[in-house]
């Protein structure tokens, strides 16, 4: 079964600095997608960045970059220049049809 | 549009009664998903629809029903629950396939079973 794991529970940043969290995940397939999501608290959950598993270049979205490691499974997230707006939990995702899994989350905290 | 709208945004019930979630999108999406979030938790899987086929069930017990009358609307209906079911009740649907499409979440429904 295929699982996904993210080692920092929590974590915090200085505002304008940089942060990278981890993501882990275990699987037999090739094929497959890799998603962080963030869910600010008590707002609703929305998509940071996407990764396609057969795709080696990695994703970037504006101030947000992964480092994806097929062979490693690994799949970490970074937040470049942050802002007090990016506080929340952020979860990492592996999908593959119509299956999600979800990690534990890490909970950023932004230091003004 | 690009909006998943779920009511109500709260519920209370009893363990007899018998109540019903809602969600609704109009993104032309043809994948509909129901997820439970306990506090500081990820979501978990309950259910998922693919062209209002029910193609997933994550062994949800059956005091959960799920049903998906046409390609915009996904209701959860409740009987009998018990008070571990307290949770977030999150909807989400995608263009298709969740592992091709980002998933839209809904803001959830906190279900309260006392």
């Known amino acids: 079964a295929q699982t996904v794991t993210q080692s920092q529970p929590e974590m915090s940043v200085q505002e304008a600095e940089t942060v990278t969290l981890s993501c882990t995940y275990d699987?037999?397939?090739?094929?497959?997608?890799l998603f962080w999501y963030k869910q600010p608290p008590s707002r609703q959950m929305i998509l940071v960045i996407r990764?396609?598993?057969?795709?080696?270049q990695n994703a970037t979205e504006n101030r947000f970059s992964v480092n994806f490691q097929k062979a490693a499974k690994s799949f970490s997230l970074k937040i470049s220049d942050s802002q007090l707006g990016d506080a929340a939990m952020y979860f990492c995702?592996?999908?593959?049809?119509?299956?999600?899994?979800f990690g534990p989350g890490t909970s950023l905290s932004v230091i003004p | 549009d690009t909006e998943v709208t779920q009511t109500p945004k709260h519920l209370v019930m009893g363990m007899t009664n018998k109540k019903s979630l809602k969600c609704e999108q109009h993104?032309?999406?043809?994948?509909m998903y129901w997820y439970k979030q306990k506090a500081k938790k990820p979501p978990e899987l309950m259910f998922v629809?693919?062209?209002?086929?029910?193609?997933i069930n994550e062994s949800v017990p059956s005091r959960f029903s799920p049903e998906c009358p046409n390609s915009s609307l996904l209701n959860l209906h409740l009987h009998a629950l018990q008070p571990e079911d307290s949770a977030l009740y999150l909807c989400?649907?995608?263009?298709?396939?969740?592992?091709?499409?980002?998933?839209?979440f809904g803001p959830g429904t906190r279900l309260t079973v006392t």
């Open positions: 989400a649907s995608s263009l298709g396939l969740a592992g091709a499409y980002e998933q839209y």
């Open positions: 699987t037999s397939e090739s094929d497959y997608y």
């Open positions: 990764q396609e598993a057969y795709k080696q």
């Open positions: 995702a592996y999908s593959r049809y119509d299956k999600v899994i």
């Open positions: 993104m032309g999406h043809r994948a």
């Open positions: 629809y693919s062209y209002e086929k029910l193609s």
